[in-house]
């Protein structure tokens, strides 16, 4: 699993020209699924991406209280390293990732955080306006 975390003052996800998650103040998590993850990964990924200390004065978005807007993003599995076409098989095919992206969220809720989603499968219009800019790539 991988996960692109951003400070943000504000992001939000359209769909269709509808509003489906939007934040201020907190963190952005663009997150993927490869074939091998599990339960247990989406877990420690979400304990990670709560706990992170990225935040000002070097807090977290547990101890701050700071909302989280996650983003299902198989393309952070792109792998370009042949050609200028990227092969995309290191992604967990959809059947397999979106349970897993909802663990992710489903975690972080039981540990209290705010989170708002974007739309799995869909054609998301991700707008955020980075802060710091503060930008960590985690991945288990």
């Known amino acids: 699993m991988r996960a692109v975390v951003q400070t943000v003052g504000r992001a939000g996800v359209t769909v269709d020209g509808e509003l ?13 699924v490869t074939h091998t993850d599990t339960v ?7 304990r990670k991406v709560h706990e992170l200390r990225i ?6 978005a547990a101890e ?8 299902s993003q198989f393309t952070l599995y792109g792998d370009a390293r042949k050609g200028r076409r990227p092969s995309w098989t290191a992604a967990a095919p959809a059947e397999v990732a979106e ?28 707008e955020s306006v980075n802060v710091g800019p503060r930008t960590v790539l985690l991945e288990l």
């Open 99 to 126: 349970p897993l992206v909802t663990a992710v969220v489903q975690a972080l809720r039981a540990r209290g955080a705010k989170v708002q989603t974007g739309r799995f499968r869909a054609h998301m219009l991700v």
């Open 64 to 71: 701050t209280g700071a909302p989280i807007l996650v983003v």
């Open 40 to 46: 247990e990964t989406a877990r420690t990924m979400a």
């Open 55 to 60: 935040l000002d004065e070097e807090r977290s």
């Open 20 to 32: 489906v998650g939007a934040i201020d103040d907190g963190l952005l998590v663009l997150l993927g």
